[in-house]
């Protein structure tokens, strides 16, 4: 295991702080799963794209919906149509 230490300003330490805060995890993880999704090959792009949907699977904002019963199946509805594609 190796230990990386980084010198920050205050105010990149706060804007640090800040953020974890409002994901609701320590700041060490927030740095461990951005340098964990950069080494699944994407790119920091990819990573600020995905930011939302990690915050909302890890946040537990929708733990409450794993108890909700199933009233939808894949039958249910309409199937959507799809459009032809243009020749170029």
Same mark, same amino acid.
């Given at each position: 295991? $190796? =230990?990386?230490? @980084?010198?920050? !300003?205050? %105010?990149? #330490?706060?804007?640090? $702080?800040? #953020?974890?805060?409002?994901?609701?995890?320590? @700041?060490?993880?927030?740095? %461990?799963?951005?340098?964990?999704? *950069?080494?699944?090959? =994407?790119?920091?792009?990819? @990573? $600020? %794209?995905?930011?939302?949907? =990690?915050?909302?699977?890890?946040?537990?904002?929708?733990?409450? *919906? !794993?108890?909700?019963?199933?009233?939808?199946?894949?039958?249910?509805?309409?199937?959507?149509?799809?459009?032809? $594609?243009?020749?170029?």
């Amino acid at each position: 295991m $190796r =230990q990386l230490n @980084v010198k920050l !300003s205050a %105010k990149q #330490h706060e804007t640090l $702080r800040r #953020h974890a805060a409002r994901r609701r995890t320590p @700041v060490a993880w927030l740095i %461990k799963d951005y340098i964990a999704t *950069l080494g699944e090959g =994407q790119e920091a792009e990819d @990573v $600020r %794209k995905h930011e939302p949907t =990690q915050a909302a699977a890890r946040g537990g904002a929708f733990d409450w *919906l !794993s108890e909700e019963p199933e009233i939808y199946t894949a039958t249910d509805g309409e199937p959507i149509p799809t459009r032809a $594609r243009r020749r170029r």
